[in-house]
């Protein structure tokens, strides 16, 4: 009877050292750091931030269809030789080999035309953000265009050069001094009286003739074109026999794609230089092209 009382006892004073100990444990994670009696929430608000949304685009276009046939043979014109079979080889294009053809996939034309050598190839480059609760993938896509636009050298949109080349001209008028050396002329000019008519025509004739030769556009940042864009034109270097070639490479962004075209000009005479305009225009037209497919 003495032990049946003592387990009564002993069995009511467990369960209340059990209910304080619950009871502290309990007010230590209500209060605060003060001792208050306030709840406050141990995770902060800015781990539980939700992840940006994937980008817009899920998958890529062919690029081998990407463009349409009538831009292609604008730029890739086919030798009258070719038979319709060749033809329609040229401008199905050559597709790259590709790992994954949701994230980057290519296509290359090659045009042989007596005037010269034609290239073309169109890539199209799909971004993915590992990391979507620090960066999205319109925030990657750029990152890697930034990267590219530095490689290439060129300004950032907020900055030109252009102001600069203009102080250039500036010095053309500087030169204006030079007319001294006219007026030192006037002992010569009876001399050329004798025959101006055939040296006045001659002087103009060159004149318009070497602005026509290095209408160069160059280089730049493009606006207008995707969400950001830029134009790298390259001329290659002259030889003694081999033709100056000019490459025209036209890189923008579309949401999480990147793409990039890249148009070749290699005539077949060393005397022959592509023309700046000509071939920018036409990689301008493809690229505007493929940016309105996009946004379809």
Not at 182 to 188: L, V
Not at 209 to 218: C, Q, R, V
Request: with cysteine; net charge neutral.
């Amino acid at each position: 009877m003495e032990r049946k009382a003592v387990r009564r006892r002993v069995l009511p004073g467990i369960a209340m050292i059990t209910a304080l100990a619950a009871g502290v444990t309990g007010l230590a994670g209500c209060t605060d750091g003060n001792g208050m009696g306030i709840t406050s929430d141990q995770k902060g608000g800015g781990s539980t931030a939700a992840p940006a949304q994937p980008g817009k685009y899920r998958s890529l276009p062919q690029p081998c269809k990407a463009a349409d046939s009538k831009r292609l043979k604008a730029m890739l014109p086919a030798a009258d030789s070719l038979t319709t079979q060749q033809r329609e080889q040229l401008y199905a294009g050559t597709a790259e080999p590709s790992f994954d053809g949701d994230r980057h996939v290519g296509c290359r034309w090659n045009a042989q035309a007596p005037e010269g050598t034609l290239l073309l190839s169109v890539t199209f480059e799909r971004v993915v953000s590992y990391d979507r609760a620090a960066a999205s993938d319109d925030d990657k896509a750029h990152t890697v265009f930034v990267r590219r636009l530095t490689d290439a050298h060129l300004p950032f949109p907020g900055i030109t050069g252009s102001p600069s080349p203009s102080t250039a001209p500036s010095t053309a008028p500087g030169a204006s001094a030079s007319p001294a050396q006219p007026s030192g002329s006037p002992a010569a000019t009876p001399a050329p009286a004798s025959a101006p008519p055939s040296a006045s025509p001659s002087a103009p004739a060159s004149a318009p003739a070497s602005p026509s030769t290095a209408p160069e556009l160059g280089s730049r940042v493009l606006e207008g074109l995707g969400n950001e864009a830029y134009l790298d034109d390259k001329l290659s270097p002259a030889g003694a026999s081999a033709a100056q070639s000019r490459t025209v490479r036209i890189v923008f962004r579309t949401s999480n794609v990147l793409v990039t075209i890249e148009y070749s000009v290699q005539p077949s005479g060393p005397a022959a230089i592509p023309s700046s305009a000509e071939t920018q225009d036409k990689t301008r037209q493809l690229a505007q092209a493929l940016a309105e497919r996009f946004s379809e």
